[in-house]
């Protein structure tokens, strides 16, 4: 029965249960030391706190933050996601006005058919540039300036394509002395 009060005298036809969402984001309230305001503990769904990625791509495997951006690993796709901003793209792929009406803005897709399949272990940054395989694919790739690069192609692509597949665990790292990518 419905009754007037501040008690619940209702229950809900069906069970409540979680719900797991492998290519969306949900995000809480702002966070602001200067002024005192933290509302981490916020979820108010009234104030469109999510953003969800084509399920195509698969499940967000890793999220990394570059310059103003969020940039999303997911299984078969990177994709950059515009923070605090949406833009306006001319017919040339080429952004001509950017709003700041989002949290998470426009997601837009890096050139390529290429994710971190199911390992973000591989994930590595150093600088500007982010390195990180894709096993679906037997690719090692770069993710840089000029968009995403197939590292692996460069004389390594015989020993990628009988490893890579077969590997368990593909954990990546960065050696700033050597200037390398180490898988």
């Known amino acids: 029965q419905l009754d007037n009060g501040v008690k619940a005298s209702t229950t809900l036809a069906t069970p409540y249960e979680e ?54 690993f997911c299984e078969n796709k990177t994709l950059k996601i515009l923070a605090n901003k949406d833009a306006i793209f001319n017919a040339d792929g080429k952004p001509q006005l950017t709003a700041n009406s989002a949290v998470l803005g426009q997601t837009v897709p890096f050139a390529g058919e290429f994710g971190i399949s199911k390992n973000p272990e591989s994930f590595a940054s150093y600088g500007y540039r982010v390195y990180y395989t894709d096993k679906n694919r037997n690719a090692v790739m770069r993710l840089s300036n000029d968009g995403i690069t197939n590292i692996s192609e460069k004389g390594m692509s015989t020993f990628f394509k009988e490893n890579l597949s077969n590997a368990d665990s593909i954990v990546g790292t960065f050696d700033e002395d050597k200037d390398t990518y180490n898988v």
């Not at 503990?41 to 103003?68: C, H, V, W």
């Open 19 to 72: 719900e797991l969402r492998s290519s969306g984001m949900i995000f809480s309230g702002i966070f602001n030391s200067t002024s005192g305001v933290n509302d981490l503990n916020q979820f108010i769904m009234a104030e469109g706190i999510t953003k969800d990625l084509n399920p195509s791509y698969g499940s967000i495997q890793k999220l990394f933050t570059r310059n103003t951006n969020v940039i999303a």
